[in-house]
């Protein structure tokens, strides 16, 4: 019978994070970069039920979770914000990523910009509802597009949520606060180390549609990438194939033969 995943677990005798740390990641340094941070993944690991709506889950789901969530957050396992400042967002970078001002579900800084009567032309409104930062514009429009929703709705948590719809479905009904009303900086601090919420906010992510409980029903089936298209949006393809792919298929032959036990 396959091995369940209830929480922390030995590979072999051994903690999974060292387990990793001293075995897997040597010997695959191109997929993996980066150690895993043992205290933090322990820590996740205890929050499992919380994480994924399940009192356990199978390998093949632990391995999904685990290449999505040491991608989103470099191994750290912690909910960090995405990097990057205000114009990496604001910018489109061919073959690269995607404006954030032109998501779907995010209000154009320039529509909000002239509905807070901070900006009133229309060569402004057309300006800052682009895709490219303007840079020649004056420092009082620059330090309201802070609160726009391209910069406050980047991404965060543990599996990197973006977008104003997504935060609105998946992280809107565990605060109080409206959260459309919060300045950015009110936002991150509700946000910052807030791991609890991160796990409520990556499991409501993987149950909120049907195409999300989907990918989980593929990924018990050994199907993964179904998974990481969920996950990647714009730049999905590169994502699955040079990221995600290439970590699962390394991670589950040398599990899926491994002798599991929990801690």
Known sequence: MPAMISGNFSVNGVP???????????????????????????????????????????????????????NETGGTFKPLREYGGIEYMFNA??????????????????????????????????????TAWPTNAPQNVKDAAVNCDFFKYRGWGLNQLTTRANYLNCLQPFVQQDIDKLTTAQFDAILKNNVDLACKVFNKFILQS????QAINDLIAGKFDTYGYLVAGGGAKKYVNSFYLPRVNVLLPLLSGATIVKI
């Open 16 to 70: 999974f994070a060292q387990w990793f740390n001293k075995t897997v990641k040597p010997a695959n340094p191109a997929p993996f970069p980066n150690v895993v941070a043992e205290p933090t993944f322990n820590a996740l690991m205890a929050d499992l039920a919380l994480l994924t709506g399940k009192p356990q889950v199978t390998l093949n789901e632990f391995i999904g979770h685990f290449c999505i969530i040491y």
């Open 210 to 213: 049907n195409k999300a409980q």
């Open 93 to 130: 970078i061919p073959n690269k990523k995607l404006s954030y001002n032109t998501l779907s579900s995010n209000r154009k800084a320039g529509d909000q910009l002239k509905a807070w009567n901070v900006i009133s032309t229309p060569a402004d409104v057309t300006l800052w509802n682009g």
